[in-house]
């Protein structure tokens, strides 16, 4: 096969979407949608984030040290696309009805219809430039009960049906384009 070199970008490499909740300094619930999120092994699974720039979402977990990353399904996908594109200095960014609950081991927030919601703290914050990487421990993984059956892992998976991302786009868990990042929102 022949190859073209390129600078750094991730394009053609699907990535899982999260919701990261946290509490502002009032004790207020806010959402930012998240890519750069993978897993590490420190004697047990662990996460490692990514978030580049400054954000609520940042800023909160900073001082708080802990946070909630929820999985995000073609059900949550408009308003998913409408917390990563609306920043959390906008005043009336979580006015829009969020079924939101709470960590069963940490005080983090979470939204209670995405299927897997990992309670998180941090553990390591590693800075560079304007960007910050996160190394965690996994507290908790609160997991719909459902996803305990006998079902095969093909038909969970279908079920909840996990979004992927890339190249700025949406795809279904079967592959199909759901919208460019900015376009779900629309529907709101
Ligand atoms: C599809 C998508 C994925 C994103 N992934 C990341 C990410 O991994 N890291 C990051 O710093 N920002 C990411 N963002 C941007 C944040 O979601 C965005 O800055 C959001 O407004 C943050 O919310 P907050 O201001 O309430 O913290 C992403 C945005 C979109 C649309």
Same mark, same amino acid.
């Given at each position: 096969?022949?190859?073209? @070199? =390129?600078?750094? %970008?991730?394009?053609?490499?699907?990535?899982?979407?999260?919701?990261?909740?946290?509490?502002?300094?009032?004790?207020?619930?806010? /959402?930012?949608?998240?890519?750069?999120? !993978?897993?590490?092994?420190?004697?047990? =699974?662990?996460?490692?984030?990514?978030?580049? *720039?400054?954000?609520?979402? $940042? !800023?909160?977990?900073?001082?708080?040290? +802990? /946070?909630?990353?929820?999985?995000?399904?073609?059900?949550?996908? %408009?308003?998913?696309?409408?917390?990563?594109?609306?920043?959390?200095?906008?005043?009336?960014?979580?006015?829009?009805?969020?079924?939101?609950?709470? *960590?069963?081991?940490?005080?983090?927030?979470?939204?209670?219809?995405?299927? +897997?919601?990992?309670?998180?703290?941090?553990?390591?914050?590693?800075?560079?430039?304007?960007?910050? %990487?996160?190394?965690?421990?996994? $507290?908790?993984?609160?997991?719909?009960?459902? =996803?305990? @059956?006998?079902? @095969?892992?093909?038909?969970?998976? !279908? $079920?909840?049906?996990?979004?992927? %991302?890339?190249?700025?786009?949406? /795809?279904?868990?079967?592959?199909? +384009?759901?919208?460019?990042?900015?376009?779900?929102?629309?529907?709101?």
């Amino acid at each position: 096969m022949g190859k073209i @070199s =390129l600078k750094p %970008t991730n394009d053609f490499c699907p990535q899982t979407l999260f919701l990261y909740g946290t509490y502002d300094e009032q004790g207020n619930p806010d /959402f930012g949608l998240f890519c750069w999120f !993978s897993y590490l092994w420190d004697g047990e =699974l662990g996460a490692m984030c990514s978030i580049g *720039g400054n954000k609520l979402t $940042r !800023s909160n977990i900073e001082r708080n040290k +802990v /946070f909630s990353a929820n999985l995000v399904t073609e059900e949550l996908l %408009t308003v998913a696309d409408y917390l990563g594109c609306v920043s959390g200095d906008n005043p009336d960014k979580m006015k829009i009805g969020l079924d939101i609950g709470k *960590g069963e081991v940490l005080n983090v927030p979470i939204i209670n219809n995405s299927p +897997v919601n990992f309670e998180l703290e941090v553990t390591d914050f590693i800075e560079k430039h304007d960007g910050l %990487t996160m190394l965690c421990k996994i $507290r908790n993984v609160l997991q719909d009960e459902a =996803l305990a @059956s006998d079902e @095969s892992v093909e038909s969970k998976l !279908s $079920r909840i049906a996990p979004v992927k %991302t890339t190249a700025m786009t949406y /795809f279904s868990h079967e592959g199909k +384009v759901l919208g460019k990042w900015g376009e779900p929102m629309k529907k709101l």
